[in-house]
């Protein structure tokens, strides 16, 4: 699959994330076996057999369980987990990450290690990010692959946020504009030939805008096939 397809498949399978944890509860067991993608291309979270609440102490404080035996799949599972320290959300963003990476560029730590070996593999940080994958997304797993929870994104949907679609805007030379440079040889402000030609040649300026109006539609299009969300004329 193409990076931007598994983007796409991981942002959605992370608002799922999301959803979980407004709704109380972790996951903390995520990873590629754990996400089920549909015919129709729709990611869905399954295997809640770790799940855990998540209790509440304050408007003001985080979201947390009572640490506990340790649980899970050794290289998805972040720090804390390792350690079977108190857990909150972001445990499942460590998983996310490391799911996302291997998907992106291979798994960033061995999976043969021993559990006191990969958790110093975790310490020192993974594999550097090929430079294949673009800047916002390194950026994005360096974050959310933090030794420490306290490093990480306070929450799934800023991580989620982080790694959606950036918006692309393409744009084009409307008609007139372009024909006008091309009968001015350049900007104009009164237009005096481009007016010439209009009374003039009716005819020539239709085909000339006609000819241009095709050209800046293939343009348009090829930039909306290319991912552009919006166009505009100028």
């Known amino acids: 699959k193409s990076a931007k397809e598994i983007l796409r498949v991981f942002v959605e399978a992370g608002k799922g994330l999301v959803a979980i944890h407004r709704a109380g509860l972790m ?46 799949t050794p290289v998805y599972m972040a720090p804390e987990q ?25 798994s960033p730590f061995r999976k043969d290690l021993d559990p006191v070996s990969l958790l110093r593999a975790k310490r020192d940080g993974p594999k550097p990010v090929p ?26 949907r800023q991580l989620v946020r982080e790694l959606g679609p950036t918006p692309l805007i393409g744009f084009a030379g409307a008609p007139f504009t372009l024909a006008s440079y091309l009968v001015e040889g350049g900007p104009s402000k009164n237009h005096e030939q481009t007016k010439a030609l209009m009374h003039g040649d009716p005819q020539l300026w239709h085909d000339l805008c006609a000819r241009l109006a095709q050209i800046a539609g293939a343009f348009l299009r090829v930039q909306v096939e290319a991912g552009a969300s919006i166009v505009q004329l100028f």
């Open 27 to 72: 996951h903390r067991d995520f990873k590629p076996e754990n996400v089920i993608v549909s015919k129709k291309g729709i990611p869905k979270l399954v295997d809640f057999g770790l799940a855990r609440g998540v209790e509440v102490k304050d408007e003001w404080d985080t979201d947390v369980t009572r640490a506990g035996r340790v649980l899970g």
């Open 131 to 156: 430079a294949k994958v673009s800047n916002r997304v390194k950026s994005a797993l360096a974050k959310g692959l933090s030794y420490r929870a306290k490093d990480r994104y306070p929450e799934m």
């Open 82 to 106: 390792h350690k079977g320290e108190t857990l909150d959300s972001r445990a499942d963003q460590y998983g996310f990450c490391v799911a996302l990476y291997e998907a992106l560029a291979g």
